[in-house]
T-cell receptor, first 115, second 111 residues
Framework: EAGVAQSPRYKIIEKRQSVAFWCNPISGHATLYWYQQILGQGPKLLIQFQNNGVVDDSQLPKDRFSAERLKGVDSTLKIQPAKLEDSAVYLC?????????????FGPGTRLTVL | KQEVTQIPAALSVPEGENLVLNCSFTDSAIYNLQWFRQDPGKGLTSLLLIQSSQREQTSGRLNASLDKSSGRSTLYIAASQPGDSATYLCAVYAGANNLFFGTGTRLTVIP
């Protein structure tokens, strides 16, 4: 079974530039998550999708971050414009239905460096 | 707000030793607790998931316990191996969109 795919794996941009990350979850998984992991910290949930709908985006800095999952499968996370403090690993995860018994499966992440 | 703490932040042990990693959380109203492993440059791999009604879960050389009333969980690794070297993260799930991670324990097993 293929795992969660993410691209690119690494991205270096200058502040105020834009960047987009892509995630393809495990086939059949209805729930998709985007996390931000700053060096030395645990992942922080940014947004959760159930199929193509947003369950909660309360921790997403909406002035600069946006995410979509138009067809309920793959998803993109965009940052525009980027700030220095956005340097982090962006992890995508998926799970079958988002229930309390569900296990999340993580992709390898995209490491973003903002100069 | 839920806070998850992991102690120690880093741990080095010789191969073959048994070891315990600790996780504590401030709000006992959780649905489950998970232990994850993170290798450098890679995503997280779920190791064990303990439902709030359970006391422990076992998988191979790993055993995780949960004491919800005291807000504590431990991950016990028996007969450690160099391949166990990684960062171990615990996370508590408190309902939709409420998955809180600790900062992790970086484990090094010395051959």
């Amino acid at each position: 079974e293929a795992g969660v795919a993410q691209s690119p794996r690494y991205k270096i941009i200058e502040k105020r530039q834009s960047v987009a990350f892509w995630c393809n979850p495990i086939s059949g998984h209805a729930t998709l998550y985007w996390y931000q992991q700053i060096l030395g910290q645990g992942p922080k949930l940014l947004i959760q999708f159930q199929n193509n709908g947003v369950v909660d985006d309360s921790q997403l800095p909406k002035d600069r971050f946006s995410a979509e999952r138009l067809k309920g499968v793959d998803s993109t996370l965009k940052i525009q414009p980027a700030k220095l403090e956005d340097s982090a690993v962006y992890l995508c995860a998926s799970s079958l239905d988002g229930s309390s018994t569900d296990t999340q499966y993580f992709g390898p992440g995209t490491r973003l460096t903002v100069l | 707000k839920q806070e998850v703490t992991q102690i120690p932040a880093a741990l080095s042990v010789p191969e073959g030793e048994n070891l315990v990693l600790n996780c504590s959380f401030t709000d006992s109203a959780i649905y489950n607790l998970q232990w994850f492993r993170q290798d450098p440059g890679k995503g997280l791999t779920s190791l064990l998931l303990i439902q709030s009604s359970q006391r422990e879960q076992t998988s191979g050389r790993l055993n995780a316990s949960l004491d919800k009333s005291s807000g504590r969980s431990t991950l016990y690794i028996a007969a450690s191996q160099p391949g166990d070297s990684a960062t171990y993260l615990c996370a508590v799930y408190a309902g939709a969109n409420n998955l809180f991670f600790g900062t992790g324990t970086r484990l090094t097993v010395i051959p």
